[in-house]
C-alpha cells in the first residue's frame, strides 16, 4: 500500500527553523517528483515547494523563496523541507503528496498520493 507520513511539525516562535520530513511505504520514491502543500484554517491548500524525481530540479511559491529549501534523499525514500526564518503566516497543516512523473509544478491537482498532514504553528 502506498503511503506517505509527514512529521517534524510543531510549535516554534517567530524567526525559529523547523525541518519536515515525507516518508515513503509501499513504493519508491525515486521516479516520483514531490510536492509540499499548507493550508491554514478557512483557506485553500496552497502550493508550497516541488522537487523533480531527481532532485535535480526545484519550485517554491514567492512566499517562502530564500526561507524554506526541499531537499530529498532517495536513498533512504524521504523528502525534507526545510522552513527557516518562520513567520505567523506560515501557520498552517502541511502536507506532501507524490506524483508519478519525472518533473510537476505546485498545483494540488497534478499529485495522485497526499499524507495525511503535519500541524506547524508558528507563535509566541
Known amino acids: 500500500q502506498l503511503q506517505l507520513v509527514e512529521s517534524g511539525g510543531g510549535l516554534v516562535q517567530p524567526g525559529g527553523s523547523l525541518r519536515l520530513s515525507c516518508a515513503a511505504s509501499g513504493f519508491t520514491l525515486d521516479y516520483y517528483a514531490i510536492g509540499w502543500f499548507r493550508q491554514a484554517p478557512g483557506k485553500e491548500r496552497e502550493g508550497v515547494s516541488c522537487i523533480s524525481s531527481s532532485g535535480g530540479s526545484t519550485n517554491y511559491a514567492d512566499s517562502v523563496k530564500g526561507r524554506f529549501t526541499i531537499s530529498r534523499d532517495n536513498a533512504k525514500n524521504t523528502v525534507y523541507l526545510q522552513m527557516n526564518s518562520l513567520k505567523p503566516e506560515d501557520t498552517a497543516v502541511y502536507y506532501c503528496?507524490?506524483?508519478?512523473?519525472?518533473?510537476?509544478?505546485?498545483?494540488?491537482?497534478?499529485?495522485?498520493?497526499w499524507g495525511q498532514g503535519t500541524q506547524v504553528t508558528v507563535s509566541s
Open positions: 503528496a507524490a506524483t508519478n512523473t519525472v518533473v510537476a509544478g505546485i498545483d494540488p491537482y497534478e499529485y495522485d498520493y
